[in-house]
């Protein structure tokens, strides 16, 4: 299996689990992991993960919470720090999502703002014409939440909310997690088994 370079952004959108979940499953399988997370990303991690390292320790506490999926490599950017190679159109990567993406992260991109690390990579991915998964979670959505998405696809981004099925008959959080997680792997074309296909175990 090729071993890929992926750029996972997590933003201040309700989900956070989606996000840690996805680096979960990229690392494990061997992949390169750049991860930027938002201020108010770091803040949803406390509300709903009970995540609060220090700002100083963060990147010490996430190498050490994923300790264990150690086949891959998980470099962790600060958004402002632009030496993070996802932000040249010059390093190929294979594509990068945002999840959960809040629609103030979304709105920056579908304006061009590039106004922090992770609004650039986006910009890059968007202008060398590579992947780029968004996958936003708020309710209702409001026009120009829908115009931005709407800008955003017309020029390729995939736009893929997270809202699970409940064909394959969730039975735990994990399940609904792991339905939106793998539908954005497969995106991403990252091999995965996250999720019952229609067609397998229905019959
Ligand atoms: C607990 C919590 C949940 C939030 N949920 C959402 C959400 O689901 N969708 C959204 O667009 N914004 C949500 N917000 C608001 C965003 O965090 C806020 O608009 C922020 O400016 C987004 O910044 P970012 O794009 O840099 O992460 C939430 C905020 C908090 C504290």
Redesign the pocket.
Known sequence: MKKMKLGVGI?????AKYGIRLVEELLRAGHTVHLMI????W??FH??LDFAPAVDERETFLQGYFKKYSAGELHYWTLRDFNCPMASGSYNSDGMIII?C????LSGIAHGASGNLLERCADVMIKEGRKLVLVP??TPFNALHLENMLKLSRIGVKILPAMPGFYQRPQTLDDLVNFVVGKALDQLDVENHLFTRWGEGHE
């Open positions: 933003t201040g959108a309700s989900g938002t201020e108010a990303g803040q949803v509300d709903e959960p809040s629609m103030g992260t979670r708020e």
